[in-house]
């Protein structure tokens, strides 16, 4: 049987001051927030018992109204909006119709293919729309878009 004289060998140590909870003002979080004390509204109608007494004139009470939000109004926020072009999706360079796939066309590939090198001897590339297939284009293809020739 443990003799009750001699004691445990683990020590107790005291709680640093941030850890005990007998100083509530120690924790910034259990504080809480109070708002500085200033006049609210000084700049306003209203404050002074003149003001109250003779009421705001309706050109100044007009004056401070903000306008309600119309939500079917056309800010030029929407997607394919052309109130500003850059980055928009649709604009004055990008058709309306979606083109289909494109093939090789050989019409005049005389005149711009040369058999030796076998590649095209001009800038230009020529291509046919043979329809959208299947429905099923990569995003590649529906991303391009037929462009009328008085848009270009």
């Known amino acids: ?4 004289d001699e004691g445990d060998d683990t020590t107790l140590e005291q709680l640093d001051s941030e850890d005990t909870l007998t100083d509530p003002r120690v924790d910034k979080l259990d504080e809480g927030w109070s708002p500085p004390e200033r006049p609210r509204g000084l700049e306003t109608w209203g404050i002074t018992p003149e003001e109250e007494h003779t009421g ?12 309600d939000v119309d ?18 999706p649709y604009d004055r360079e990008v058709g309306d ?20 090198v076998g590649r095209q001897n001009s800038d230009e590339v ?22 009328p020739d008085e848009r270009v």
Do not use: C, N, Q, W
Request: no cysteine; aromatic share 8%; proline share 7%.
């Open 1 to 4: 049987m443990p003799d009750p």
């Open 71 to 88: 939500p079917y109004a056309e800010t030029g926020d929407g997607i394919g909006d052309t109130s500003d072009t850059d980055g928009e």
């Open 56 to 67: 705001e004139p309706l050109d100044g009470r007009l004056r401070r109204k903000e306008p």
């Open 126 to 147: 020529f291509a046919t729309d043979v329809g959208i297939d299947g429905a099923a284009a990569s995003a590649e293809e529906a991303a391009v878009h037929v462009v």
């Open 97 to 116: 119709d979606r083109a289909g796939r494109l093939t090789y066309a050989d019409y005049g590939a005389d005149d711009f293919f040369d058999a030796d």
